[in-house]
């Protein structure tokens, strides 16, 4: 089954746009078409990585612009600190915009420093990572880590636009790219059937060059998420379904640098689908068309880490509850459910 909001419409000439909350807009589109469109007159400073700034030097060279380092080790307070040391020696001020270009890291501390400098600057985002597109850049959701605790510290804010233009997608590399996929399974998984079984039938080597079927893969992911967020905003009611695999996944990333996120939540995916398996509650074959994909798709399936090591760090998880963990389970290809449980019982499934 799959989710669609009323305000989602497709626009001609292969752009898609989805309109979240009326105050988000995401595009699925060309850069050089939309960002005149969307981008406000006024005053604009971008925050980029220094790799964006390798590939994309004449778009950022345009405005004054803020580097930060490249990985999850540049999502920090940090950083944060340091944008808004820039944004004081630049002059920043209320009526500036923020844009943020570049992947999930970027989106999300930029997003962060900007809904916080002087109590809240508007800010736009050009994503560039499929990573970024079908899930970090869209939604609200704006954060650090903390003591490698992923994005412990944040905001929900709405960015004014998002662009995800598939063709930025060449510069990553087949591990960048492939990290995108697992949002993408994750979002056909909770709510969409139709873009799974697209998925399904893809050929995994060609898709990066395949724009057409690349934007509508994008668009029907975004979809997915556009539609929760236009129920519950701030996470907590249908929100939650966002997390299918994550529980796990984020202890993944705590426990070990071997996998980055996209991998992490591929694995935490094909272990809480083995564990509604086990439960009842999902169909073997289900079952075996979540963890075929996958691997597919060229993930691993075993954790790093040893699973006792993985359960000490859900604990920590920001999505507990004193004891209590909110687990997200697969009841089929497209329908998911959100279950409360104590945290040991979620520790014996396991």
Request: proline share 2%.
């Amino acid at each position: 089954m799959c989710y669609f909001c009323s305000t989602i419409q497709a626009l001609v000439g292969m752009n898609y746009a989805i309109n979240i909350k009326d105050r988000s807009q995401v595009v699925v589109g060309s850069v050089a078409e939309w960002l005149p469109r969307l981008l406000p007159k006024g005053r604009v400073v971008v925050v980029s990585d220094t790799n964006i700034d390798r590939h994309y030097h004449s778009l950022l060279s345009e405005y004054d612009h803020v580097l930060i380092g490249l990985g999850e080790t540049s999502k920090t307070l940090h950083t944060l600190d340091f944008i808004y040391r820039r944004f004081v020696e630049l002059g920043v001020d209320r009526s500036t915009f923020v844009l943020a270009v570049g992947g999930g890291i970027v989106t999300d501390v930029a997003g962060f420093a900007a809904s916080t400098f002087m109590r809240g600057l508007e800010f736009g985002f050009i994503s560039t990572s499929l990573l970024g597109q079908v899930d970090a850049s869209v939604g609200g959701k704006n954060g650090v880590n903390l003591d490698g605790y992923k994005n412990m510290v944040g905001t929900f804010t709405q960015p004014r636009f998002v662009i995800c233009d598939v063709s930025m997608l060449r510069t990553l590399n087949e591990r960048e790219f492939r990290t995108g996929l697992a949002e993408m399974i994750k979002a056909g998984v909770i709510a969409d059937e139709e873009l799974f079984s697209k998925l399904e039938q893809v050929d995994f080597s060609t898709l990066h060059s395949d724009v057409e079927l690349l934007m509508e893969l994008v668009y029907r992911a975004i979809n997915v998420k556009a539609a929760i967020v236009e129920r519950d905003e701030r996470e907590s009611g249908d929100r939650r379904l966002l997390n299918l695999g994550h529980t796990l996944a984020h202890a993944i990333e705590k426990s070990s640098s071997k996998f980055n996120h996209g991998e992490a939540v591929a694995c935490g995916l094909a272990l809480i689908a083995d564990a509604a398996y086990s439960k009842g509650m999902l169909a073997e074959a289900d079952k075996e068309r979540i963890l075929s994909l996958l691997v597919r798709a060229g993930f691993e399936l075993e954790p790093p880490v040893a699973m006792r090591q993985l359960l000490k760090a859900v604990k920590k998880d920001k999505k507990a509850e004193g004891d209590l963990i909110h687990v997200v389970f697969p009841k089929g290809i497209g329908h998911c459910e959100v279950e409360k449980m104590p945290l040991e019982e979620f520790k014996a499934m396991f």
